[in-house]
Each structure stands twice: as structure tokens, then as C-alpha cells.
């Protein structure tokens, strides 16, 4: 039973477009919400977290969004680069992090 | 400073053989993850060590797999009796404190091909 739904599977973008995935979660238990990039061969990589008493986050051209009263939480990637293009996963966390399926993003330049 | 080691980075074996993966967490990371990543599950916890506390071990698929943490430090997952299906790349997280909310950080994984 996967505890955290993330859409879209995949997505493309255009440079200097934006990127949106979306994620959804049951669990209220869940206190931490990060985001992972991920490249072929590589391990997952931190992105940007956010915890439930913050709406939205922003770092750079990463941006999350929250909404804790529908359980649902993204991130858009501004100014979409050819280097963004990667795996993107969602995850909530009580201790042990659930994943989302991921996301893989290209951008074409 | 150095990130979270993991060794092999490689490694093919036979069905049946038991293999061990290792791995250096961030120093003074109390906490330690093992996950596995495949296309069929994706990613999925497997065990958690926090300090001299007893092991999570709630998400280990099956009594073929152990893990240890020694001197609260490095970490040894060991899968007996390889199946084809424990193909999959092994990764490991250290983070500060085991709380929730606190970032744990990837290693590159081992990844395991059972032939």
C-alpha cells in the first residue's frame, strides 16, 4: 500500500518553463515532507523539505507548496534548466521516509 | 566534508549465495536507514538503527535478510540465500537525530544482481 501518490510519471518542459508535480498523503502522523532528485547511478539527492505549520517553502528556483487540510503538497521548479532534467521523488516521513514513484523530468533545450 | 559511503558499488552473485553491503554513515549521524530501490516497488524502508536502541526492522521482506550497526557507526546488511527478486540497488541514509523531521542523506547504493 503506498502511502504517498505522486503525479505526473513523467513530464516534459521546455527550457526556462515550469515543472509541477503533485503529491498526496493519508497518514497524518507524517511531521516532514522533503523532495529528492535523483540521477542515473547516483543515490537519492536532499532537494528542499518542508514541515506541516509552513505553507510553502522556497529555495532558489525550488519551490514547495503545502496544504495540510487536503493532504497535498508540491513542487515547482522555475526556470526549468537542461541540468534539471531527473528523477524527482516525493516523501513524508514520521521517522522512516514513504517515497512517491517519482517523477522523471526532461527539459528540452 | 565526506557523505554516506557505500561498498560494493557492484556486485553479481548466484542465486543462493549470501551477500553483505556495507555501509559509513555521515560522522555523528546517530541515525542509519537501509532502503531498497526497484522498478516493480520503487523505493521502500527496510531498517532503522537510532543510537543503542533496538532496530526497526518492520520493513525487511524476509527472515533471509539482517542487518547490524557496530559502534554506532557502520552498518552491515546481509541477505542470505540470494533470490532473483533481492535484485535491486541498496541504499543507505544516515541523518542527525532518528526524529522525523530531520533530513537523512543518500549514498549511491550498492546495486545487486542475483543471476
Known amino acids: 500500500q503506498q502511502q504517498v501518490k505522486q503525479s505526473p510519471q513523467s513530464l516534459i518542459v521546455q527550457k526556462g518553463g515550469i515543472s509541477i508535480i503533485n503529491c498526496a498523503y493519508e497518514n497524518t502522523a507524517f511531521d516532514y515532507f522533503p523532495w529528492y532528485q535523483q540521477f542515473p547511478g547516483k543515490g537519492p539527492a536532499l532537494l528542499i523539505a518542508?514541515?506541516?505549520?509552513?505553507s510553502e517553502k522556497k529555495e532558489g528556483r525550488f519551490t514547495i507548496s503545502f496544504n495540510k487540510s487536503a493532504k497535498q503538497f508540491s513542487l515547482h521548479i522555475m526556470d526549468s534548466q537542461p541540468g534539471d532534467s531527473a528523477t524527482y521523488f516525493c516523501?513524508?516521513?514520521?521517522?522512516?521516509?514513504?517515497f512517491g514513484a517519482g517523477t522523471t523530468v526532461t527539459v528540452r533545450a | 566534508g565526506a557523505g554516506v559511503s557505500q561498498s560494493p558499488s557492484n556486485k553479481v552473485t548466484e542465486k543462493g549465495k549470501d551477500v553483505e553491503l556495507r555501509c559509513d554513515p555521515i560522522s555523528g549521524h546517530t541515525a542509519l536507514y537501509w532502503y531498497r530501490q526497484s522498478l516493480g516497488q520503487g523505493l521502500e524502508f527496510l531498517i532503522y538503527f537510532q543510537g543503542n536502541s533496538a532496530p526497526d526492522k518492520s520493513g525487511l521482506p524476509s527472515d533471509r535478510f539482517s542487518a547490524e550497526r557496530t559502534g554506532g557507526s557502520v552498518s552491515t546488511l546481509t541477505i542470505q540465500r540470494t533470490q532473483q527478486e533481492d535484485s535491486a540497488v541498496y541504499l543507505c541514509?544516515?541523518?542527525?537525530?532518528?526524529?522525523?523531521?530531520?533530513?537523512?542523506?543518500f549514498g549511491d547504493g550498492t546495486r545487486l544482481s542475483i543471476l
Open positions: 541514509a544516515s541523518s542527525p537525530t532518528g526524529t522525523g523531521n530531520q533530513p537523512q542523506h
Open positions: 516523501a513524508a516521513s514520521d521517522y522512516k521516509l514513504s
Open positions: 518542508i514541515r506541516p505549520d509552513v
